[in-house]
Nanobody
């Protein structure tokens, strides 16, 4: 279900930065997992970063291709998920989606199969 909304996408030159935000009814008090994934034209969906909140599996994960450049964070007071993207590269160009899930097994579920997601925000990085 589309119960989240992303913002912050845009066009930047390589080396630039963007900060994506995600909020909406899909961010609930019982949310156990949240994250960002992306899809470029003609390519498969790719997990970018996620936070697993469940007490037994708490953790923050970033894909190897974005480690050291991207940082996922959450603000419970604002019910918002962020993705800070620095040192952007042309290969980061894609539609970026956020997603959340409240199921106990969500740490083992791909983000594109989460309960709730947004409609995406486009990120374009030029060389």
């Amino acid at each position: 279900q589309v119960q989240l909304a992303e913002s912050g996408g845009g066009s930047v030159q390589a080396g630039g930065s963007l900060r994506l935000s995600c909020s909406g009814p899909g961010y609930r008090s019982n949310t156990n997992c949240m994250g960002w994934f992306r899809q470029a034209p003609g390519k498969a969906r790719e997990a970018v970063a996620r936070i697993n909140i469940g007490s037994e599996r708490y953790g923050i994960w970033h894909h190897d291709s974005v480690k050291g450049r991207f940082t996922i964070s959450q603000d419970n007071a604002e019910n918002t998920i962020y993705l800070q993207m620095n040192s952007l590269k042309p290969e980061d160009t894609a539609m970026y989606y956020c997603a959340t899930d409240s199921r106990a097994n969500c740490p083992t579920v791909p983000m594109w199969d989460f309960n709730y997601r947004g409609q995406g925000t486009q990120v374009t990085v030029s060389a």
